[in-house]
């Protein structure tokens, strides 16, 4: 079946970094684009960045326009968040999900898989 598993979550100060990996199996994973998605406590599930199946196109959400970086190694099957100059409100779960229609949606309805999730904690 179809796998995503993020994993490089932890908790870091402000200013810091983390990257994040979302290692997928059970499907062609070259074929899909890929999104991020955050979901803070008490809060609903945001849009981070996405990328499409040959990193031609790629989006990010104004709040981490220019922090965060979004990539994709099609031969390992792995998508990345490199996440730069974090902020205390950057902190949530953050998840990695799969589009089959390619399109690197910020909508959240485009994407058929979800991984299970990562908490990332941003301390002041």
């Known amino acids: 079946q179809v796998q995503l598993v993020e994993s490089g979550g932890g908790l870091v100060q402000a200013g810091g970094s983390l990257r994040l990996s979302c290692a997928a199996s059970?499907?062609?994973?070259?074929?899909?684009?890929v999104g991020w998605f955050r979901q803070a406590p008490g809060k609903e599930r945001e849009f981070v960045a996405a990328i499409t199946w040959s990193g031609g196109k790629i989006d990010y959400a104004d709040s981490v326009m220019g922090r965060f970086t979004i990539a994709r190694d099609n031969a390992k099957n792995t998508a990345y968040l490199q996440m730069n100059s974090l902020k205390p409100e950057d902190t949530a779960v953050y998840y990695c999900?799969?589009?089959?229609?390619?399109?690197?949606?910020?909508?959240?309805?485009?994407?058929?898989?979800w991984g299970q999730g990562t908490q990332v904690t941003v301390s002041s």
């Open positions: 059970g499907l062609t994973f070259s074929m899909y684009a």
């Open positions: 999900a799969a589009d089959p229609q390619g399109y690197a949606s910020s909508w959240s309805g485009e994407y058929d898989y």
